[in-house]
């Protein structure tokens, strides 16, 4: 997740010079979709991985049908993940092929455009496929239809790409170098494995086939033709800038040749023992039901692929040793990475480069050269700091200069305690798991301390653009932005799993009585609303340069916080809830504690953030911070109302209780 | 705020708007199905009004990708349209079951 945002920020906001949305390469769009697609794909995987362990560890009711909850829920949010997840593997591989067809076709991507649209369009849709997965539960005919017309129409954009690339290598000039024949074996597998989804997709035919060897075979056919040949043509093509060395033709070729061979040998086989009828996840069977031979080719092909991968392996690692010298841009690329030396230095780039070409390489033949020569941007280092620019989301116009955190154990510290939390969890140590998390405070906010506008990180004003701390709209609040993305998918997910229960459930039932009145519920909202406002308004002032009271305000505001705190916890305690009697307990107990940890934390962040205001780190001319906090306290506020009016309003008007 | 037909955003709303139609019909229909018994083959008045869901959903789609093609100037306006009916061919598609299916068997 938090890899999803930083990737989401750091193509929006940190691309070079110039570099606007037409002129990014191809690979980026692959990457800002395929992380902003973990952003929504993951969190109810999240959520339902933390409602199982409740329901395991504490006794609490979601997935057990005879005590109230539904196990379609699970499989509900764990395909709600599933799916898109088989397109968040996908699509860097896509970004692979889109970028090394190009180059050994020794010509420009066609349809460029195209293939954004059907980037974009391909990481909607495939939030719309999950109940595939699902045909044989029970679902009515005309909900399973929205799923197959869904399903099919995913293989739309899916087609654009085929089509562009093979526009591509058809008016190019290609050379069939090792990491072009994973590229030609990919579009081979994938596009049978591509039919086959298609097929899949027909409910008819998928009650037929479901469990069976045939869906073995399709989701091999996807995820190795389409994942695993990617992959491996990105491995040999960028392995240059790894080692500086070029692997061996003679090897990669057999090591391709036998894994293809053995490939198809393996699974094509299996659409057969699969439409013979053989089930999937079964280790033995009786003999003389025909499957027999065709087994036994699978397992000789199985072989056969496992000598391709191990001849692959042999020459990754002779090639350190036997590799010719790859010298700079081997394969004569056209994007950024190739404009630094085989392997790259320490510093990757001397100077950065302003860009005025999606082709960079091959329309500014001089620019190695320049940025070696130190003629772009940043190319003398302030002091002992690692620094880089930001830049405006559209068009990549420079905007500020930013100090990237430099060498500390603190990131480590933190993993460390993080680690103890979960393997506390696992070992069911809960109140050791309990401490852990909240220590892990102290290393958050230690860190959170010396950053920002923390003196020991200042920089000197830059001519070009200024400082990242002396901005509105920096990177941390897009990062916030960003993470409140993710944080609402797994909300959303939540109430959709409490709306599942109480419309699906067949035991749900509300509670005999409402332990979390709608007057007591509403009384602990208003403090935390009055934080939030307190702290937008302070934030406004700020904007207007009116700095006078902010160490007061803010205080104020973790007050109101507190105050709602603890009225929220009498709240609690004082109800009678019993999650592991009623399943609306259960769900109202999670929404409390999702509710408790972020209005916790925006006043734990708000009075952390008045001692920083009272040391100056915060302040009209350094207001980085304000708006970060500000929208969280907000996204606080919205979410605490919403969970008012869906769990303790709604109900009531429904007739519970 | 009125956002300019090249802004970037329109190059995630008509999908968003697909979304939200996509969760509105199938939520809809699991709500209407559970809290109604309906049974037979029988066209009902959860299809006419899915239907009518949809028509507006698709000419609301349209309606921003005629404008985002007018209006808009270069690659987000362009892009953004054929996103935009992308997202009208795929409420069409997906809605169109809609026609000939009973909603609850």
């Keep these: ?657 | 705020m009125k956002l300019p037909a090249d802004h970037p955003l329109h190059l995630v709303i008509g999908l968003t708007i697909w979304s939200v139609w996509f969760i509105a019909a199938y939520g809809g229909l699991s709500v209407f199905c559970s809290a109604n018994a309906v049974g037979g083959n029988e066209f009902t008045t959860i299809n006419i009004g899915l239907l009518v869901f949809t028509a507006l959903t698709c000419v609301l789609l349209g309606a921003l990708a005629v404008w985002c093609w007018r209006r808009g100037r270069g690659f987000p306006g362009r892009v953004s349209a054929g996103i935009y009916i992308a997202a009208v061919i795929a409420t069409a598609g997906v809605g169109a079951p809609i026609i000939y299916l009973p909603p609850c068997i």
């Design chain 1, 1 to 657: 997740m938090s890899a999803g945002v930083e990737l989401v920020v750091t193509i929006l906001r940190m691309r070079a010079p110039g570099m606007s949305l037409q002129k990014m390469p191809i690979f980026c769009w692959y990457i800002l979709a395929m992380a902003l697609m973990i952003l929504f794909g993951f969190p109810p995987l999240i959520l339902a991985s933390i409602m199982l362990e409740l329901e395991r560890a504490a006794g609490f009711i979601f997935f057990d049908g005879l005590r109230g909850g539904d196990p379609l829920l699970w499989q509900h949010l764990f395909w709600l993940f599933g799916h898109p997840e088989v397109y968040i593997l996908f699509l860097p591989a896509a970004g692979f092929v889109s970028t090394i067809i190009p180059v050994f076709a020794q010509r420009p991507l066609v349809g460029y455009g195209w293939i954004v649209l059907a980037i974009v369009t391909m990481g909607f849709i495939s939030f719309g496929l999950w109940v595939h997965h699902m045909f044989t539960v029970g679902i009515p005919h005309l909900a399973q239809a929205f799923f197959s017309v869904a399903s099919m129409l995913v293989a739309v954009p899916t087609g654009i790409q085929i089509f562009a690339w093979l526009a591509t290598l058809w008016s190019g000039k290609v050379i069939f170098s090792l990491p072009m024949l994973w590229i030609f074996g990919f579009l081979v597998i994938f596009v049978c494995g591509g039919l086959t989804g298609v097929m899949l997709a027909l409910v008819p035919f998928d009650w037929q086939v479901h469990d069976s060897y045939f869906v073995v075979a399709h989701m091999h056919y996807v995820l190795v033709g389409g994942m695993l040949f990617p992959l491996i043509a990105a491995l040999y093509y960028w392995l240059p800038h790894f080692s500086g060395r070029m692997p061996s033709r003679t090897l990669g070729k057999w090591g391709f040749w036998l894994t293809f061979i053995g490939f198809n040998a393996t699974f094509f086989l299996m659409h057969l023992t699969g439409l013979l009828g053989m089930p999937r996840r079964v280790y033995t069977y009786e003999a003389g039901l025909g499957w027999d031979w065709l087994n036994l080719l699978s397992s000789v092909g199985g072989f056969v692929m496992a000598v391709g991968i191990a001849v692959i392996i042999l020459d990754f690692l002779l090639h350190f040793r036997f590799g010719t010298s790859a010298g700079a841009n081997p394969w004569k690329a056209d994007t950024l990475e190739w404009a630094t030396t085989t392997p790259p230095p320490p510093y990757n780039f001397a100077s950065i480069p302003r860009i005025s070409s999606r082709h960079p390489l091959w329309d500014q033949p001089d620019l190695e050269r320049a940025i070696a020569a130190g003629e772009g941007l940043l190319a003398r280092n302030s002091g002992d700091h690692r620094e880089v620019l930001g830049t405006s989301a559209t068009e990549a116009d420079l905007r500020e200069l930013i100090r990237v955190p430099g060498n500390s154990w603190l990131p480590l510290q933190l993993a460390a305690v993080l680690a103890v939390v979960c393997i506390c969890l696992l070992l069911r140590a809960y109140p050791v798991a309990l401490a852990a998390a909240a220590a892990s405070f102290i290393w958050i906010f230690r860190w959170t301390w010396i950053s920002g506008a923390h003196p020991s990180n200042a920089l000197q004003p830059a001519s070009a653009a200024p400082i990242s701390t002396h901005t509105w709209s920096g990177l941390g609040l897009w990062g916030m932005g960003v993470t409140l993305l993710a944080d609402a998918a797994l909300y959303l997910s939540l109430l959709f799993g409490w709306c599942y229960l109480w419309t699906v459930a067949p035991e749900w039932q509300f509670a005999p009585t409402s332990s979390l009145t709608t007057q007591t519920m509403f009384w602990s909202g208003v403090p935390l609303t009055l934080a939030a406002a307190c702290h937008w308004l302070l934030t406004r002032r700020l904007r207007h340069n009116k700095s006078q009271q902010l160490y007061a305000g803010l205080v104020i505001a973790c007050g109101c916080g507190i105050l709602h705190l603890l009225a929220l916890g009498w709240t609690f305690f004082s109800g009678d809830l019993a999650p592991r009697t009623h399943p609306h307990h259960s769900v109202l107990v999670v929404a409390i504690a999702y509710l408790v940890l972020h209005s916790g934390l925006a006043t734990i962040a708000t009075g952390f953030q008045a001692l920083r205001a009272k040391r100056g780190y915060v302040s009209a001319a350094q207001p980085y911070e304000m708006p970060v906090l500000r929208i969280f306290w907000i996204y606080s506020a919205l979410t605490y109302w919403l969970a008012y009016a869906c769990l303790t309003l709604a109900p009531q008007l429904g007739g519970a209780a």
